[in-house]
């Protein structure tokens, strides 16, 4: 079955500090791998989207890698402001039958503290 | 920036009342969808739709639901017949063409609550 996992389910940190999320899936086959930022109460918008040949890939202060092989992301946020509360969710898209439906995780609740 | 919108972004319903959700897409977009969000689930696809017609839809998008484009702007969501456990958050997205490497917009989402 078709999954992604991520992990923390939720994650505190101070201002300034840096942090990485996990997503782990199941998605066969591949196409790509996005992340997309969800604040309270509103639609996803877009962070990175990354395809099998690619294994990292810089928005600003986001760095997401991936591992093709392993099935594994991450979002590494680098010097959290406290607007990046947020939650952060892994989205994994198939080909075929899927038409490229889009398959998403739970996702990281981030809470940036001053 | 062009962007997907929804309205109403909070809507109120009885339970067993019929409700339209209206999405715009993003003008020259092709590809459109419905998903929903239950309160502190993830995000869940309802439904694709291409070339006026409904590509593919998942398990939830039962005879209650529908879709339509009744004109060339509007993309709708209906419910005949809303039940409790249909409260969620729905997000309406497009995309420019089909495939699964072109970037999905979402728009801000209609929070629907059935009393």
């Known amino acids: 079955k078709n999954q992604v996992e991520q992990s923390p389910q939720s994650l505190i940190i101070l201002e300034g500090k840096n942090c990485t999320l996990q997503?782990?899936?199941?998605?066969?086959?591949?196409?790509?791998l996005r992340w997309y930022k969800q604040d309270t109460g509103r639609g996803p918008v877009s962070l990175t989207i990354?395809?099998?040949?690619?294994n990292t890939k810089s928005n600003g202060r986001y760095t997401a890698t991936l591992d093709a092989d392993t099935k594994q992301s991450s979002l590494h946020i680098t010097a959290s402001q406290l607007s990046d509360s947020a939650s952060y969710i892994c989205?994994?898209?198939?080909?075929?039958?899927?038409?490229?439906?889009?398959?998403f995780g739970k996702g990281t609740k981030l809470s940036v503290k001053p | 920036e062009p962007e997907v919108t929804q309205t109403p972004s909070h809507q109120v319903t009885q339970m067993g009342q019929e409700v339209i959700l209206r999405c715009v897409p993003i003008s020259n977009h092709l590809y459109f969808y419905w998903y929903r969000q239950i309160l502190g689930q993830k995000v869940e696809f309802l439904v694709s739709f291409y070339n006026n017609e409904i590509s593919e839809k998942s398990e939830i998008f039962d005879d209650q639901f529908s879709v339509e484009r009744p004109d060339g702007s509007n993309f709708t969501l209906k419910i005949r017949s809303t039940k409790l456990e249909d409260s969620a958050m729905y997000f309406c997205?497009?995309?420019?063409?089909?495939?699964?490497?072109?970037?999905?917009?979402f728009g801000q989402g209609t929070r629907l609550t059935v009393v």
């Open positions: 990354m395809t099998f040949s690619e």
């Open positions: 997205a497009s995309r420019i063409r089909p495939g699964p490497n072109t970037e999905a917009f």
């Open positions: 989205v994994v898209s198939g080909y075929g039958g899927s038409q490229g439906n889009l398959i």
């Open positions: 997503c782990n899936y199941t998605v066969s086959p591949f196409s790509n």
